[in-house]
T-cell receptor, first 117, second 117 residues
Framework: AQTVTQSQPEMSVQEAETVTLSCTYD???????LFWYKQPPSRQMILVIR??????QNATENRFSVNFQKAAKSFSLKISDSQLGDTAMYFC??????????????FGKGTHLIIQP | GAVVSQHPSRVICKSGTSVKIECRSL??????MFWYRQFPKQSLMLMAT?????????EQGVEKDKFLINHASLTLSTLTVTSAHPEDSSFYIC?????????????FGNGTRLTVT
């Protein structure tokens, strides 16, 4: 079974600062996928960024980037130039594909990120 | 873009009654749908995987007779909470997979807040 660990229950930074959210995972699979999702107070799940484990290059999406260390099973999210709208719960998630279809996501416990004005 | 519609967004029911939650993919055919449960201030936990035309696969610890899942078409999956009890009060979220590859991302519904009185 896969496990995902987010060790920071809450983080708070000033607007425009850079913040890094940590995530580690445990799996015996070699091919898998990692995601960061944002959940604002509306509780809508919003995909922030995703990474295929077989790709060594770290994924980036505008202000969001990841530091993927496969050997260490680490997948941190860096948010640059943080904005007030970034305030939300952030969940790290893991997924495999089997039998030709996607498996369900395994989520970490989440990090509540607060951007202070 | 792809949209997943979940209905109702909120429902209050009395203990002992049943309630049905619908998850629809509006502009794509979803071969697989997933149902998650999220308690307040907690992470999402996968309940079951729903495949069109076949029986759902339930995660360990999820009572299949209590949480009935039907995926009768490629655009609709339903979750029925039978004989609801106050401890079933939670936030239920569905997600749908558009295809079978990593480039077919998961799309989430807006969730259903169930309150059992």
């Amino acid at each position: 079974a896969q496990t995902v660990t987010q060790s920071q229950p809450e983080m708070s930074v000033q607007e425009a600062e850079t913040v890094t959210l940590s995530c580690t995972y445990d799996t015996s699979e070699n091919n898998y996928y990692l995601f960061w999702y944002k959940q604002p107070p509306s509780r809508q799940m919003i995909l922030v960024i995703r990474q295929e484990a077989y790709k060594q290059q770290n994924a980036t999406e505008n202000r969001f980037s990841v530091n993927f260390q496969k050997a260490a099973k680490s997948f941190s999210l860096k948010i640059s130039d943080s904005q007030l709208g970034d305030t939300a719960m952030y969940f790290c998630a893991f997924m495999t594909y089997s039998g030709g279809g996607a498996d369900g996501l395994t989520f970490g416990k989440g990090t509540h990120l607060i951007i202070q004005p | 873009g792809a949209v997943v519609s979940q209905h109702p967004s909120r429902v209050i029911c009395k203990s002992g009654t049943s309630v049905k939650i619908e998850c629809r993919s509006l502009d794509f055919q979803a071969t697989t749908m997933f149902w998650y449960r999220q308690f307040p201030k907690q992470s999402l936990m996968l309940m079951a995987t729903s495949n069109e035309g076949s029986k759902a696969t339930y995660e360990q610890g999820v009572e299949k007779d209590k949480f009935l899942i039907n995926h009768a078409s490629l655009t609709l999956s339903t979750l029925t909470v039978t004989s609801a009890h106050p401890e079933d009060s939670s936030f239920y979220i569905c997600s749908a997979s558009k295809g079978q590859g990593f480039n077919s991302p998961l799309h989430f519904g807006n969730g259903t807040r169930l309150t059992v009185t």
